[in-house]
């Protein structure tokens, strides 16, 4: 069943009709030619989510009534921000489509000093726009209730500034898997509670400069391995958020059954 | 420094001489333009991995002679083999790439019913060795002391027959995430042994037919959901193979330890 992420609801949203228009309604009756009685998922970003059938069609508009809500919640039960030093290519739109799949509250692309790739000013809202719609799409691809905010670009210290916002940050560092680091990414995870947010910062394929991380070690901070082999900057988030899914949704909620 | 994973060595490659050819010749005189006096890491494939010294280069070969054997291992303690129902266009070289860089032992492309791409007889050697080759450079660059194996396509009956090898067998099943399943991955996980092999079955964009998934559940098999979300065919095996990771590096190396 089709899936949309819509502009936020009303508190009454089960009683009143719901009325959509532009992408949604060029989408339900011209791509997927919907009639009145179908079915479709809606969800508005704040968590509500739930099935709703479509009641009447116009030019512009497509009418729909609330018929019963979602009774399990496909987001993540802590908020994970995906901040990536910007890489090359298409690699941003490949972290932001699978980091969607995978969960991701939101992103952060980071003008790294060993980036390749640097974002103009003209340039960086036209990115954002982009990436944004892979991330909606990817959400609804994935079923999920609420679509990751792509940022706009940071620099290191607006990077930290935002830092200071969560409950908790961590930098993915190489030298760390190479050193045999393996402890820290579980003790962060074991201990974040439902509700709490994690910024997790990742470097361009040259990875972080030295003074770089050594900022966000000054902030208090602390860096980590995903394990002993070297990912790349595409590969790396998605281990990360992977890693953040079978802690927190498939463990602990075997401890709460089992 | 540059890794090489070579052939086969003997019981006494800590004390003769390491004669290399060809492809590897060709990269360190070349490419990388060697000097005699300079390291190397090497591996081969069997868990020997360490660090050597060229101690000569001539117009085909380059000897080298043992240093120090590397005190860390970059491999999975189990080997997990993922089998991928035939994704579209180059999807499956994503899923070798980053399926090497996350520590797979091995892969087997499945002419599973619902794909919509099929590898004739003269195609799949191609593949396979295109393939093969993938593998080879995304396990020296994420510094892996083994190159996985890229196996022939096999058929439903063919990695039915293959499946029975493993010490345990899972297969991803969508329709699992969306009943809510969340408990077998990790009960299959935590009960994992070093030394054990598991083999990770995964569909084409279609999804496995239903005779498939009730093929293996026939065998014994069971399936599982990777959370809640729906993962895009070259988005689940590295779920997959994160979780293995985070499971039996992270969390019990820091059991190990605590």
Redesign the interface.
Known sequence: MQRYIIPPLTKDYQTQPIILSDDFHHHMVHVMRMKPGEQVYLADNSGISFVAEITDISANTVGLKWVADED???ELPVEITIACGLPKGDKLEYIVQ?GT???AAAFIPFAAKNAVVKWTADKSAKKQQRLQKIAKEAAE????QKEPFVHPVHNLKELLAEAAKYSKVLVAYEEDA?A?E??I???ILEKLEPGDSLLFVFGPEGGLAPEELAAFRQAGHKSCA???????A??AP??AL??V???M???K??DK??
């Open positions: 399990r919640s496909t699978k799949e995978l969960g691809q994935s079923h999920r190479k045999g393996g402890s990414l579980v003790d995903l394990g002993p082999r070297i990912l790349r595409e590969t998605l281990y992977s890693a899914s079978y802690e949704e498939l463990r909620g075997a059954h089992g």
